[in-house]
């Protein structure tokens, strides 16, 4: 196979495809998304079996453990697939979406139309939910979809395309709309995010090393993160009951996605109080305590943390933790060493809970509540395309609205300017 020659027919077929896909109905798409999540259905042991393969040969292959995690399918994974398709289908229609209208001086009314990007990439590794979610997201948006999974997913992610393409064909819409790129080889993954002409926005999901070549080498604009080391902060007015119960799903619900808590700070005040349940709650679940010299002198098995343990997403049972001295060195301790992707602080005191939303400078800030909430399902948005923390055009959880633009409109009545 000839790679570029390969890629450049994919692209040439995308954009084509996203001309047909940029003028179609609201109905036309929604047909699609249901036909796409009844074949999930149907098909739910052809993707399990499929799955089953990539799972045995990543494991003999010795994939990481947090990657497996990632890979794997359950029952319950394809059923939340094929919801998820299915609230994608009943979210409004962003595309043509009219507003922000203000009468000019001159006469002429001028607001904005909501238009789709054109056609998005998704590189993405060891996630075969992933190629169901962009498929509708992008479906859904009026973007056609260019997917190229990691090869660890191969088998699962062919099963998945064609299933999409299905229910693409079954209401009447162009089957390459959406595209998986059907080579493991590295160097389609080159020419993906050089072609500037079929391709207008790339979208990786992986990690640090995919998203380092990406930034060194595309061409094509990206909505992207690097990584996910988010904080949970216990202020001195947190409720011990809450407190616990965050810390306890936030870090050990999952170990190897990008929303889970990789860092704690707990207020001086009450770090005696809070900080031996939570350590006793994180060692019996297995995780190491990388602690600051006070944390050590109050948790015993606490090892001490280095400056760069504060830096890290450890995608592993491993935990960081710092005792601080108020909200102030809290919010300076995170905007330092986060990665702008999630935190939240536990507290029952209001004022300090809104200056920790203005201040901190992530893309999803809570109050209360596990950082594990910070994902499109859970924020409404159907499902995800990934999560941005970058500050232009899309922050935080990207669903349809962050994969569309707008472009300006003007309405006159044989208007000329004097």
């Known amino acids: 196979m000839d790679i570029k020659d390969y890629m450049q027919t994919i692209g040439r077929q995308a954009r084509a495809a996203s001309r047909r896909l940029a003028t179609a109905t609201t109905a036309e798409k929604n047909a699609a998304l249901q036909a796409i999540a009844d074949a999930i259905r149907r098909e739910k042991a052809a993707l399990l079996a499929a799955n089953a393969e990539d799972v045995a040969a990543a494991r003999a292959a010795g994939l990481e453990p947090a990657m497996l995690d990632r890979l794997t399918l359950t029952d319950k994974g394809v059923d939340n697939m094929a919801e998820g398709v299915e609230q994608v289908a009943k979210l409004p229609d962003p595309i043509g979406e009219m507003g922000e209208f203000k009468f000019r001086p001159s006469g002429i009314q001028v607001g904005k139309m909501r238009v789709p990007l054109g056609v998005i990439g998704i590189i993405y590794e060891a996630r075969p939910n992933v190629t169901a979610d962009a498929a509708a997201l992008c479906l859904k948006s009026g973007n056609a979809a260019i997917l190229r999974g990691g090869s660890e997913a191969i088998r699962c992610n062919r099963a998945i395309a064609a299933l999409v393409q299905e229910g693409l064909r079954t209401a009447g819409l162009p089957a390459d709309c959406v595209q998986v790129v059907d080579t493991t080889d590295r160097a389609a993954v080159g020419e993906l ?226």
């Open 193 to 418: 995010i050089t072609m500037r002409e079929f391709v207008d926005v790339i979208v990786p999901r992986g990690g640090k090393g995919l998203i380092a070549r990406l930034l060194a080498e595309s061409r094509v604009p990206m909505i992207q993160h690097l990584d996910g080391n988010c904080h949970v902060y216990l202020e001195e007015e947190a409720d011990p009951n809450k407190a616990l119960k965050i810390v306890e799903n936030a870090k050990t619900q999952r170990y190897g996605t990008c929303n889970t808590a990789e860092s704690l700070l707990v207020d001086r005040a009450v770090a005696t109080m809070l900080l031996p349940p939570i350590a006793h709650m994180l060692t019996a679940k297995g995780v190491e305590i990388r602690g600051c010299a006070e944390t050590c002198a109050i948790v015993p098995n606490a090892v001490a943390a280095t400056e760069e343990d504060y830096y890290t997403e450890f995608l592993a049972p491993i935990i960081s933790v710092k005792v601080v001295a108020d909200i102030d060195e809290a919010i300076a301790h995170i905007n330092q060493y986060s990665s702008k992707h999630t935190e939240s602080i536990v507290t029952d005191n209001h004022p300090k809970a809104m200056r920790f939303l203005r201040e901190v400078d992530s893309a999803s800030v809570m109050i209360n509540a596990s950082t594990r909430f910070a994902d499109g399902f859970e924020y409404g948005l159907g499902a995800e395309i990934g999560i941005s923390t970058d500050k232009i055009h899309a922050r935080g959880p990207v669903g349809l609205e962050g994969l569309t633009s707008q472009k300006w409109i003007v309405l006159g009545d044989g208007h000329v300017r004097g």
